[in-house]
């Protein structure tokens, strides 16, 4: 079980004002609602938008998938999914359920030393290099991050640089350990951070990331930007990954569309994502917020989603966008809820070609169940509609 507590303190003062001004709290005509029957259409789950025959690849260059979530980030493999790892069958059933993708978070911080050169166990190497290879071996595309560096983040003495520089040893090392002789720019792409917060504000982020690219397409161009191919990257926003953090975000000029797909985290409603979620604060007094999948539910997602596309839509930017994470905590959670807003998010993003990868595999959130051996059919048909 996890022991960290985050503080998503924006989105929630965010998610709060929506809800008040578009959600619950607005003048509706309609009467009150008394159950909490869902009102979705049906239409949710069905393959609205065409993206079953080739699980969204024929619209975007990710597709639909599925993070690998509690597994290489926990501070050691095993420890937040009760001694279960990954073995090379998870990589084969995923594939097979119709997924493209995989996003594999790693905390490479607790396996690298402090002091330069940073060196990562090679232990700990060799075990990444194994699950992506048999990601690549069942023809997943995996994004490979850095994922839970929280020392960075919650360091009470906020040493920015030393960690920076620490940061930068990790890029190098994966740099270095995964060419794009070896590993081609389609099937394997580097996000440079996990959800930013706490005291890397938004200037901080956009600075780290002007630093991480010129360490990977420059300093590493032998490796990762060889003339002929460049490494593709994912950015995600400061502020917890959330959509409303694209606005402070500044590119490099090395950032392009043909280089680069921006992401970001949906948990809207947080309060109806994460209901009782033991690593946030306040969440078990969030047990039983409902979502019904009403207008008045849907208009506030709807409008998040829509300045996402207006920002990708400005000068110099469509970037494919991919949603890097979106998940109901399974724990308190209706299974016909959690499947009616799975399959309203999950939707509308491929509405808007977003490729998307849902959080996560087979644990807290898991669409997977590992003790049963079944895909959950509220989060698979959600996921993958069956018609
Ligand atoms: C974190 C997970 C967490 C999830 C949902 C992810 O970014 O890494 O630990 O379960 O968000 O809160």
């Known amino acids: 079980m996890k022991t960290f507590l985050r ?55 990710l597709g639909r998938g599925l993070n690998l979530g509690n597994y290489l980030e926990a501070p050691v493999e095993g420890e937040w999914t009760g001694g279960r790892v990954l073995v090379e069958e998870d990589l084969q059933r995923i594939a097979d359920a119709g997924f493209k993708t995989v996003r594999i978070p790693v ?69 270095e350990q995964f060419p794009l002789s070896e590993y081609p720019r389609y099937n394997l792409i580097f996000e440079l951070l996990n959800e930013p917060n706490g005291s890397i504000d938004y200037d901080d982020w956009n600075n780290i990331i002007a630093r991480l690219l010129t360490l990977i397409w420059d300093d590493m161009e032998a490796q990762q930007n060889n003339g002929s191919e460049q490494r593709i990257v994912m950015i995600g926003t400061a502020n917890w990954g959330h959509p409303d953090g694209l606005t402070k975000l500044v590119l490099p000029n090395s950032v392009d569309a043909s280089n680069t797909i921006i992401t970001v985290h949906y948990y809207e409603p947080f309060h109806f994502t994460h209901q009782g979620a033991e690593w946030v604060d306040g969440a078990a007094d969030w047990i039983g917020t409902p979502w019904l999948g ?23 930017r469509g970037f494919e966008l ?66």
């Not at 194994?130 to 690549?136: D, L, R, S, T, Y």
């Not at 829509?306 to 839509?313: C, E, G, L, P």
Request: some cysteine; aromatic content about 12%; overall charge negative.
């Open 107 to 175: 905390r490479w911080s607790a396996h690298s030393e402090l002091a330069a050169p940073y060196t990562i166990d090679s232990t700990f190497m060799a075990r990444v290099k194994e699950v992506v290879g048999w990601a690549n071996n069942t023809q997943l595309k995996v994004i490979l991050n850095v994922h839970h560096y929280t020392e960075m983040m919650d360091d009470p003495e906020n040493r920015q640089t030393a960690h920076i520089l620490r940061l930068q040893g990790i890029w190098q090392q994966i740099s």
């Open 322 to 387: 991919f949603m890097g994470e979106f998940g109901v905590y399974s724990r308190n959670s209706a299974p016909a809820q959690q499947k009616a807003w799975t399959a309203f998010i999950a939707r509308e993003a491929e509405k808007r070609n977003i490729s998307w990868a849902y959080w996560e595999y087979a644990s807290g959130f898991g669409a997977y169940d590992a003790d049963t051996g079944q895909w959950r059919p509220q989060l698979i048909e959600a996921l993958i509609p069956i018609q």
């Open 7 to 61: 503080k998503r303190l924006l989105p929630l003062i965010f998610a709060t004002l929506s809800y008040n001004l578009l959600g619950c709290g607005s003048s509706n005509s309609s009467p009150p609602e008394t159950d909490n029957t869902v009102r979705l259409s049906e239409s949710y789950y069905s393959d609205l938008y065409a993206w079953n025959e080739q699980g969204g690849l024929a619209q975007t260059q």
């Open 294 to 316: 009403t207008a008045s539910d849907q208009a506030p997602l709807i409008a998040l989603f829509d300045r996402v596309t207006s920002w990708n839509a400005q000068p110099n």
